[in-house]
């Protein structure tokens, strides 16, 4: 049992009367979906939110759902359509989960007339219309209409500054479901009294995507591991030659962190020996070769295992790591042995362990060790952000503790 710091000064459903009352719900149901057969690949998403809509099913309120599925990009793509997802949380609630044929309009606006207290509907894609990215006033309006209070449980998302994240929150009272405030807190904490020492596990294809949160954390953490993708960035930083590696255009900003953390004392960690092949597919011949000899016609595709006991014995000392991005092309399994030798030592450490969202997050679930992370976030793009320091823009838009009463 961990005791988190509370970083929520936001109203939350435990706030506020619901029963009898129309709640519109923004959750991120935004799950990976089979390529082939269109099934939910992992559910957690869904489950995350389980306390938050079945509190609200207990005080007997109207629940209507809003996600986004994808990246439609405005128009209705079958595929990206919720209703197998109305039916999965169907399943899991043991309870009906109405799925409406888009999000806003008079045919939904009878649906959500004829909910009984503790009745759940699930709208349609919003990012069906385009409006719902563009943050529209009128599709914030038509949204709002549906209900009387409104509710954000989609931490994924609430780094967007789209109409059912934050133009809903101009026209209704808008509260924090418990999967937000689960996720500000323990995503608060590493902020705010991380335990010594503190280890960042970063992987990935992108430095650009990192950088904003090395910028605001690079003076609380002791050691910063580089893997991934992005290893290849910082090793050519340091004037080692990658081969075919594709770098980013982030040398710079790469030289400019290995700097930092010498300033800030920060053990700076690279990959030692990486794995690398010509051809990235499942067959190819791959050899470990030292950093120092990556062949010119090869790219790296994993940590080697030299790496994987330096990082091991790193993370054992640890007693507070975050960890966000693979090691490698983990999709390929031969090319996975970094990131999943990763996510056991984890997952057995003594320490406070968070789990960015995203596809590491997917993997950690895949392997079956979401419950033993202290904290896996079902946000990656969002607590990226929120760890940069910058404020999320759903959060922000939702009330004040001493704002309603
Ligand atoms: C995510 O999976 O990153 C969230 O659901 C947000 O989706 P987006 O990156 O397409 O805005
Ligand atoms: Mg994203």
Not at 8 to 17: A, N, S
Not at 221 to 228: E, F, K, L, P, T
Not at 234 to 253: H, I, M, N, P
Request: contains cysteine.
């Amino acid at each position: 049992m961990y005791m988190w710091f509370t970083y929520m000064d936001k109203m939350t459903i435990r706030d506020i009367e619901v029963s009898g009352k129309r709640v519109l719900v923004r959750v991120d149901f935004n799950v990976p979906l089979d390529d082939k057969t269109g099934v939910i690949t992992d559910d957690s998403r869904i489950r995350a939110t389980l306390p938050t809509i079945e509190s609200l099913i207990d005080q007997g309120a109207k629940v209507i759902l809003g996600s986004h599925l994808g990246r439609p990009k405005g128009k209705v793509v079958d595929k990206l359509r919720l209703a197998s997802v109305a039916q999965h949380l169907s399943q899991i609630l043991r309870q009906p989960v109405e799925a409406t044929r888009d999000c806003i309009g008079p045919e939904v606006e009878r649906s959500v007339a004829s909910l009984k207290n503790g009745d759940v509907l699930l709208l349609e894609n919003l990012r069906f219309h385009s409006d719902e990215e563009r943050g529209s006033t009128a599709f914030a309006q038509a949204l709002a209409r549906l209900a009387d209070i409104y509710v954000n449980d989609a931490f994924g998302t609430s780094h967007r500054a789209h109409a059912s994240i934050v133009g809903i929150t101009r026209y209704l009272p808008a509260v924090a479901g418990l999967l937000l405030e689960k996720e500000l807190d323990a995503l608060g904490s590493i902020l705010k009294s991380p335990s010594h020492p503190f280890a960042l596990l970063l992987g990935g294809a992108k430095v650009s995507d990192k950088v904003g949160m090395l910028d605001n954390i690079i003076d609380k953490v002791d050691c910063i591991m580089v893997g991934g993708g992005m290893a290849a960035t910082f090793l050519k930083a340091k004037s080692y030659e990658v081969g075919l590696s594709l770098l980013e255009d982030s040398l710079e900003t790469a030289a400019e962190i290995i700097k930092k953390a010498v300033r800030n004392g920060v053990q700076l960690l690279l990959p030692d020996d990486v794995v690398v092949t010509d051809k990235i597919s499942a067959q190819v011949k791959i050899q470990t070769v030292s950093v120092e000899n990556i062949p010119p016609d090869n790219r790296i595709v994993d940590i080697g295992a030299l790496t994987i006991s330096t990082f091991t014995r790193e993370l054992e000392r640890s007693k507070t790591v975050f960890w966000n991005g693979p090691m490698g092309i983990y999709e390929i399994p031969r090319f996975a042995e970094g990131t999943k030798a990763m996510a056991r030592i984890l997952a057995n450490l003594n320490a406070t362990t968070i789990v960015g969202g995203g596809s590491t997050a997917e993997l950690v679930t895949e392997m079956k060790l979401t419950d033993k992370m202290t904290f896996v976030s079902t946000g990656g793009g969002a607590s990226l952000r929120f760890l940069s320091g910058e404020a999320l823009p759903g959060v922000e838009a939702l009330l004040d503790k001493n704002e309603y009463d």
